[in-house]
């Protein structure tokens, strides 16, 4: 069957499983853009409207923890628009990005690593070094990186990418305090405690100035509550774990599982800070855990 009509209702089925999608209603996306993909095929439509179908279908098994279907429809969609545009073209990188989350979410990290890459070279040619969306991928090579237990790697992805971000945000943007607590958890996986609590002191006064009581500024001060007990210094861990428990519970209030594992934290070091007093060892005094506040 060929003719305009075909393809015209191929194109609603496709419409309607981009809606489904954006509404979270993936059974009836799936469907959608099943039968759009039937049209499409019977009726001869070209490698572009095609490999458009076959990466919302890839998007919508990847929502559904389909890794194998999702990875698969994104290949044969990159097959199609590679086979219409050539292998540079820009409209190839989300393509790749997505392509990238999908393995790295099913754990296949050398795989995610590689499309990552793909994404990254073809955003370097289209919008050059220092483009914004550059930053986001190399964030995300830098994660596999770090799965990888590639800490160089993982570091020097980072590194570039706060470098991009600062220079097109600047240095106060949220995005800098998201780089600066994932580099802080690179260098503690290292051993370097001390570089690690540098870059997690950076990353809460950002997220303080920025967003005040948000949970990911309950985050960071969670982390350093953590090293700082890794490294022996009970008081100053339970007065971190306290703020990161009272974020979290002003956030979520006191059922949610980020304020119930901040809580056994805090029982976990009170009872450490209080074995230590009993031994005579705990430090006189221990610094106050300042009140984030929320900047107008």
């Known amino acids: 069957?060929?003719?305009?009509?075909?393809?015209?209702?191929?194109?609603?089925?496709?419409?309607?499983?981009?809606?489904?999608?954006?509404?979270?209603?993936?059974?009836?996306?799936?469907?959608?853009?099943?039968?759009?993909?039937?049209?499409?095929?019977?009726?001869?439509?070209?490698?572009?409207?095609?490999?458009?179908?076959?990466?919302?279908?890839?998007?919508?098994?990847?929502?559904?923890?389909?890794?194998?279907?999702?990875?698969?429809?994104?290949?044969?969609?990159?097959?199609?628009?590679?086979q219409a545009t050539g292998g540079d073209h820009p409209s190839l990188a989300p393509l790749f990005n997505n392509l990238g989350v999908t393995h790295k979410n099913a754990g296949a990290h050398a795989a995610a690593v590689e499309a990552y890459e793909s994404a990254l070279r073809l955003k370097r040619l289209a919008f050059g070094e220092d483009h914004p969306d550059c930053a986001n991928t190399l964030g995300n090579l830098a994660v596999c990186y770090g799965e990888m237990k590639e800490w160089d790697h993982a570091l020097e992805a980072y590194g570039e990418a706060l470098r991009i971000t600062v220079a097109s945000h600047g240095a106060e943007h949220a995005q800098v305090a998201t780089l600066h607590h994932n580099m802080a958890a690179v260098w503690s996986s290292r051993g370097?405690?001390?570089?690690?609590?540098?870059?997690?002191?950076?990353a809460l006064k950002l997220r303080r100035r920025n967003l005040g009581y948000h949970p990911s500024t309950a985050s960071t001060q969670y982390n350093i509550a953590q090293?700082?007990?890794?490294?022996?210094?009970?008081?100053?861990?339970?007065?971190?774990?306290?703020?990161?428990?009272?974020?979290?519970?002003?956030?979520?209030?006191?059922?949610?599982?980020?304020?119930?594992?901040?809580?056994?934290?805090v029982q976990r070091m009170r009872d450490k800070v209080g074995g230590l007093k009993g031994e005579g060892d705990a430090a006189a005094g221990a610094p106050s855990s300042g009140r984030c506040c929320v900047v107008a």
């Not at 959608?32 to 572009?48: K, V």
């Open 1 to 82: 069957e060929a003719g305009g009509e075909p393809l015209a209702l191929a194109d609603a089925h496709a419409a309607l499983g981009s809606a489904f999608f954006r509404l979270g209603r993936f059974e009836e996306s799936l469907a959608s853009y099943t039968a759009a993909l039937g049209l499409q095929r019977r009726s001869g439509a070209d490698a572009l409207a095609i490999a458009a179908t076959q990466g919302g279908l890839a998007g919508v098994f990847a929502r559904q923890g389909l890794a194998t279907e999702a990875v698969a429809g994104y290949k044969e969609a990159i097959r199609l628009r590679t």
């Open 192 to 202: 370097d405690y001390e570089r690690a609590m540098e870059e997690y002191h950076t």
């Open 227 to 265: 090293l700082l007990a890794h490294q022996g210094q009970a008081v100053e861990a339970l007065a971190a774990a306290e703020e990161a428990q009272r974020i979290y519970t002003s956030c979520y209030g006191g059922d949610h599982p980020e304020t119930i594992e901040a809580a056994g934290q």
